[in-house]
């Protein structure tokens, strides 16, 4: 079936330090999107990508998809102590639906 | 105002109880949808309805049945409570020739069948 990995399943950073998770798809996507889940809470929309190779910034945040549209990453600079949750890829395969990714933990160590 | 908001917050229930989630989004989206996410933070899609027809139904057994109304409001009903549906189960809405905005979330129900 269709499937979207995330790695890593866990990252621990000291604050300062840049974080990436990388997200891959047995299949092309027609677009991905990523969201963040505080503890707690429930997931946000950040960002989609539509085109292959695709880059977009939103102040620390760097967005990624890849040429052939199977894999995409997001990568934090210098992370704050609100940048603590998991962060989620979810892939759309032109069938109506996101399929999420496993998700990656972020902690940050103060 | 919450964009999307669901009822209840919290439920604890025990095995073999029937109960139900509301839904109700004041986005103005047309499409309204069920995910699950269990202890480990998997999110699985369960349910999917655009303008009150439903375009999506995953492998969830025949237990669960959702229901919606209207455009607005997307409800999950579920018979005979069993251990496995503890989880925390979030609705969704989305506008389907706007995806560049993402799905906006609800807030979540935490199940807790004991």
């Known amino acids: 079936g269709q499937q979207v990995m995330q790695i890593p399943q866990y990252q621990h950073v000291q604050e300062g330090e840049d974080f990436t998770t990388y997200c891959n798809s047995s299949t092309t996507l027609s677009n991905i999107q990523w969201y963040k889940q505080r503890p707690g809470g429930h997931p946000v929309f950040l960002i989609q990508l539509v085109k292959s190779g695709e880059v977009k910034k939103q102040k620390r945040l760097t967005f990624q998809f890849g040429e052939a549209k199977k894999n995409s990453s997001l990568h934090i600079t210098a992370t704050q102590t609100t940048d603590v949750g998991t962060y989620f890829c979810?892939?759309?395969?032109?069938?109506?639906?996101?399929?999420f990714g496993t998700g990656t933990r972020l902690t940050i160590i103060p | 105002d919450t964009a999307v908001s669901q009822t209840p917050k919290y439920l604890v229930t025990q095995m073999g109880n029937d109960k139900s989630i509301k839904c109700e989004q004041n986005?103005?989206?047309?499409?309204m949808y069920w995910y699950k996410q269990d202890s480990k933070k998997f999110l699985k899609i369960m349910f999917s309805y655009n303008n009150k027809e439903l375009i999506i139904n995953e492998t969830v057994p025949n237990r669960f049945s959702p229901k919606s109304p209207d455009k607005a409001h997307l409800n999950l009903h579920i018979n005979s409570l069993e251990l496995g549906d503890s989880a925390v189960y979030f609705c969704a809405s989305s506008q389907r020739d706007s995806l560049a905005y993402g799905y906006t979330f609800g807030s979540g129900t935490r199940l807790t069948v004991v």
């Open positions: 986005l103005g989206h047309d499409t």
């Open positions: 979810a892939g759309d395969f032109g069938n109506e639906k996101l399929t």
